[in-house]
């Protein structure tokens, strides 16, 4: 008869999840124990680090992802990025290990107290099974439900002491769908709205890029000759941004965000939420006289948002879906905006003397995942993404995502055979979170190059505390930070750079080379403001 183990083993394999991504230990060691030849385990010397990087993996393959944890502590050093795979609307299956079932009453150490609650509520199902022999069946409910949209991580807490037991007949391997198509008869309505419309926008977001509706995306925009903006502080990139149609990132603020809207009668979101805000500028959140129409995968989202009417489907099938229906515009084209003005190269370089040097030597088929907070809106204005599956970054807003979740993308890049280069924009602060990371890029000998822009200090919550008028925060400056020691301690190239020559060399070098590199740049500490 077969074992548990065994049983999961053979459904993990038709799943196509051979790869796990964890850091084991004792409560997982008899699920891991004699790993098969054909699967892959990706060590991350941190669970935080795990789960950002099968999360890129995730997102970069377009499958889901299994992260194996340890236990409560193991998931607990896990929250943040798990947290930021709910918002990213990554598709993982996250098992943690579990004391043995025999000693879980007395709650000897490593018991995880209500495990099934601890993940929560940043996961879209929790579960431990009440037999052992359920654990193959709970793994396939858990598959159908993270991959269903909107996809999200999934949790299952399993015993130590289960993997041996006889396994009941395997679970039926099942399809689900992962997208669904909008309600023809609502999508007719905002069809008829769109095309009435004296001057229309559309505000795209992550979800037209999780669905892989870029063309549909830019059809509907050449037929309405509106403008295109991108939602605020998007995860992914829903449009091109090298096209005449395309205005930029919308404020992250209720008042300013409205006002930039002004002069609008109809603003369409498509894959995004409406809208995701950060510090509170009280205003209208919309225009004088405008209407909003939503368009999502997920009904919480559109459940939530303050204003407008809500369509829900796929973002890729609506796009498509719409451009069939509304008739070619006449009105005129909007105006194309301005280039960024050619910055000033100094020693040390400003953020956007910077960023202008890496966009001029920036690999036309490049991937950009990012985390420099305070630098963002300069870097994303130099540096234009111009084709889909371009551009990763958290939508939660917590640190420690970017550096493994690069790490997670250049191992998809490989996999895949696409081999796409990864460029990771880092900033020192934040490159502090998940540093370990490093050592995993390292050791999979991963091409991946990590620009860590050093301003030493936390340039977002200096530009937040200027914003709030509240001075005297402690805690905001990063003095004697050896990023190059760092790295090289953790296996990677690290060259010492001071200006701007030596970056575009080692930037090149970076891109041929055959392991990870990083290149700390000294930049200016000016602080830009946060809106």
């Known amino acids: 008869m077969a074992t548990v183990r065994e049983t999961t083993y053979d459904l993990l394999r038709q799943l196509g999840l051979t790869t796990v991504f964890g850091n084991p230990g004792s409560t997982e060691e008899p699920f891991l ?34 992260v194996n944890l340890h236990t409560a502590p193991g998931t607990g050093n896990a929250m943040g ?70 996809a999200g991580p999934v949790f299952l807490s399993l015993p130590l002491d289960d993997w041996h037991q006889t396994a009941d007949p395997p679970p039926q391997l099942r399809q689900v769908s992962r997208r669904f198509a909008a309600d023809p008869q609502r999508l007719a309505h905002f069809a008829d709205l769109l095309a009435d419309s004296a001057n229309p926008v559309l505000v795209l977001g992550g979800g037209v890029d999780r669905s892989g509706g870029w063309p549909a995306a830019v059809a509907l925009a050449e037929r ?27 404020p992250f603020a209720i008042g300013p965000l409205g006002e930039r809207l002004g002069g609008h009668d109809t603003i369409l979101v498509i894959g995004a939420p409406v809208f995701r805000y950060y510090p509170h500028v009280p205003g209208d959140y919309l225009p004088p006289g405008a209407q909003l129409l939503h368009i999502t995968d997920d009904p919480a989202e559109a459940a939530r948002a303050p204003v407008g009417e ?45 960023f202008a040097v890496l966009a001029r030597h920036w690999p036309a088929d490049g991937i950009l995942v990012t985390e420099t907070p305070s ?29 493994p979740a690069a ?7 490989r996999v895949t055979g696409q081999r796409r280069p990864v460029i990771a924009v880092i900033g020192d602060g934040s490159f502090q979170y998940s540093v370990q990371a490093l050592w995993t890029a390292a050791q999979q000998r991963l091409p991946v190059v990590f620009v860590v822009p050093v301003n030493r200090q936390y340039g977002i919550l200096k530009a937040f505390a200027e914003f709030k008028e509240t001075a005297g ?5 990063l003095p004697d930070l050896d990023i190059p020691a ?46």
């Open 33 to 66: 124990g004699h790993f098969p030849d054909d699967f892959s385990y990706v060590l991350a010397l941190q669970e935080a680090s795990a789960v950002a990087m099968a999360d890129g993996y995730a997102q970069a393959t377009g499958e889901p992802a299994h």
């Open 81 to 150: 990025n798990l947290i930021t795979a709910w918002h990213n609307k990554t598709p993982l299956i996250v098992t943690a290990g579990q004391q043995a079932r025999e000693m879980l009453l007395i709650e000897p150490r490593l018991t995880s107290v209500r495990a099934a609650e601890l993940a929560q509520p940043y996961v879209k199902w929790a579960y431990e099974p009440v037999r052992a022999q359920d654990i193959p069946a709970a793994l396939m409910r858990a598959y159908s439900t993270a991959i269903q949209p909107p």
């Open 224 to 250: 309405t000759r509106a403008p295109v903006w991108s939602a605020p502080a998007p995860e992914r990139i829903g449009f091109p941004e090298d096209h005449p149609q395309y205005q930029g990132i919308l």
């Open 310 to 354: 809500s369509l829900l489907g796929d973002p890729g099938l609506a796009c498509a879906a719409l451009a069939a229906l509304v008739p070619v515009a006449q009105r005129p084209l909007p105006p194309v905006r301005s280039a960024p003005p050619e910055p000033e190269v100094g020693n040390p370089l400003a953020p956007a003397a910077l």
């Open 375 to 403: 630098n963002l809106s300069i870097l994303r204005r130099h540096l234009p993404i111009t084709r889909p599956g371009s551009y990763f970054t958290t939508a939660s807003g917590g640190l420690g995502f970017g550096l």
């Open 407 to 413: 790490v997670g993308v250049a191992l998809a890049q």
């Open 473 to 477: 925060v402690p805690g905001l400056d």
């Open 486 to 531: 760092v790295a090289a301690g953790f296996g990677c190239h690290a060259p010492r750079l001071t200006t701007s020559d030596e970056f575009v060399d080692a930037f090149r070098a970076a891109l041929g080379a055959s392991g990870p590199t990083v290149l700390a740049v000294p930049i200016t500490a000016d602080v830009p403001p946060i809106l």
